[in-house]
Nanobody
């Protein structure tokens, strides 16, 4: 059973920083792309940042220059460093990964349970 477990969320004042982590555990052959998504009440879940297995990154326009996504392939972990946080960054942040549990398995998409980030003004 594959699990993605996020950590690092919390309450921070505007202008502050947080670092989110997401560790994948279980029987994993390899992990392809990983990403962070954000959801706020009444809105659809949106992509915040994305990183390929080769390290290429992509960011939502609203977080460019403030957030940095990175990964440690040896630890099956993806990080999101969030700086200069704004109240509009508030939401539940979900980790996402495309991975295979064996060489012949299908590439399957997994989600974490989410971690709350609240930025006060």
């Amino acid at each position: 059973q594959v699990q993605l477990v996020e950590s690092g969320g919390g309450l921070v004042q505007a202008g502050g920083s947080l670092r989110l982590s997401c560790a994948a555990s279980g029987i994993i052959f390899n992990i392809n792309a990983m990403g962070w998504y954000r959801q706020t009440p009444g809105k659809q879940r949106e992509l915040v940042a994305h990183i390929t297995s080769g390290g290429s990154t992509n960011y939502a326009n609203s977080v460019k220059g403030r957030f940095t996504i990175s990964r440690d392939n040896a630890k099956n972990t993806v990080y999101l460093q969030m700086n200069s946080l704004k109240p509009e960054d508030t939401g539940v942040y979900y980790c996402n990964a495309d991975l295979k549990v064996s060489r012949t398995a299908w590439l399957t998409n997994y989600w974490g349970q989410g971690t709350q980030v609240t930025v006060s003004s």
